[in-house]
């Protein structure tokens, strides 16, 4: 890949943003109502498609094939043009298509993609009351009737699950193996009966967390992904999809508009007519912030290029979202820190973006989401002590 094809790239991605991307989204997505909030996403995901910018990390007979150089480029600049993210779309075109790519059948493939492309809306059913860092230990059910699996049980935590078509869901199929080994993997149709979904309102006012319960759901046979009892291997190829290039976009986009609005936050008079960036403390913050940054952008593409060459180490993983998720709470942190009372009055922030929005307090509120979900910053330093540095595992009661 030459320097040239990857500078005309990156030409042609910025002509793109400027023509295509719709300058007021901030203002229209703030206050959207849930109507407008799934149109606005729709539309944006469907003119990302047109570009061939929506899923360039599928392979080609899919619409994608995009080379890794040219997907890094992609991103940054979809970032420096401070793009509206594609919320709904996320679960579908990472996770459901790599673990359709990676385990589904050639039915379940020409079933799905097609549609993910046309806008079909997926959520992630992994997390349970009882079952989150320990994924493993979930507790809902699926037997076997005839032609389907009979499901009951609960999930939560599952973003986007009140505009969701199609779930991706772990279930227990046998009870008495060894808690990794007993675990089925399937496609759910969130129309079946017996579903009830309930969003979960947060402190920001947000309610994108849902609880799911299933209650003697049906799921056909055709719908289960890989082998019977094999559904903890095939979500391992799921809970991969957040690596690489995922991670790589939210850290250009912190590294884009979190610092920016940082940095605009700096430069505004206080009531006292001073403004924070002339303190040589916050200016010692701000060199730190941006320091940290180039380093987890660095770490990142690291991570992509290793990703795609199949030299990833066992806690790559582990370590980006670490790094990530701690920086991107202290990031916002500071933010509500310089904001002061007049940040606390501000209750809502565009539907469509991400964790980096400038109202300092929710950003704050909402970095929780990062370093508790998905593998709390705990349980990553576990992953890297023992996986990745091979220390002692932890001690474990009766064990």
């Known amino acids: 890949m ?12 910025r002509d793109w943003c400027r023509a295509h991307l ?6 229209t997505q703030t206050g959207a109502t849930e109507v407008e909030f799934v149109a606005f996403q729709q539309d944006w995901f469907q003119a990302l498609r047109r570009a061939g910018y929506a899923v360039p990390h599928w392979p080609g007979e899919w619409g994608g094939g995009t080379p890794i150089p040219h997907q890094v480029v992609l991103y940054q600049e979809l970032a420096a043009h401070d793009a509206p993210r594609l919320v709904l779309a996320f679960v579908a075109i990472h996770h459901a298509a790599a673990t359709l790519l990676a385990a589904g059948t050639e039915a379940q493939r020409a079933r799905h993609l097609p549609a993910i492309l046309d ?6 059913g992994f997390s349970e009351p009882g079952a989150g860092s320990d994924l493993a230990a979930l507790t809902t059910a699926a037997r076997r009737e005839g032609n389907d699996y009979v499901v009951t049980g609960q999930k939560v935590w599952a973003s986007g699950a009140q505009y969701a078509d199609w779930c991706l869901l772990l279930a227990r199929t046998d009870p008495d193996a060894p808690k990794r080994q007993g675990i089925s993997y399937f496609l759910l149709d969130m129309r079946s009966p017996g579903i009830d979904v309930r969003p979960i309102r947060q402190a920001t006012g947000e309610a994108h967390f849902c609880e799911i319960f299933l209650d003697e759901v049906r799921i056909p046979v055709a719908n289960l992904i890989g082998a019977e009892h094999a559904g903890w291997q095939v979500a391992q190829r799921t809970l991969g999809a957040e690596r690489g290039l995922t991670m790589l976009e939210l850290a250009e986009r912190l590294g884009n508009a979190g610092f920016r609005w940082l940095l605009e936050s700096c430069a505004h008079l206080d009531p006292e007519g001073r403004r924070p960036i002339d303190d040589p403390v916050v200016l010692d ?8 940054i180039t380093g987890l952008r660095a770490l990142c593409r690291e991570l992509v290029e290793r990703h795609d060459c199949g030299t990833a180490g066992p806690a790559d993983a582990s370590i980006v979202k670490l790094y990530y998720s701690e920086l991107l709470q202290r990031l916002t942190d500071f933010g509500a820190e310089l904001g002061g009372v007049a940040a606390h009055g501000v209750l809502r922030k565009p539907r469509s973006g991400g964790w980096e929005s400038g109202a300092w307090v929710l950003d704050f509120i909402g970095s929780w989401e990062w370093t508790i979900p998905g593998g709390a910053s705990e349980i990553q330093r576990t992953i890297i002590g023992e996986r990745g540095l091979g220390l002692p595992q932890e001690p474990v009661a009766g064990r």
């Open 285 to 292: 913050r701000l060199a730190t912030f941006e320091t940290e």
């Open 22 to 27: 719709p300058q007021d989204w901030r203002a």
């Open 2 to 13: 030459t320097t040239a094809e990857l500078t005309e790239f990156r030409a042609e991605v």
């Open 119 to 124: 806008g079909e809306i997926w959520v992630q």
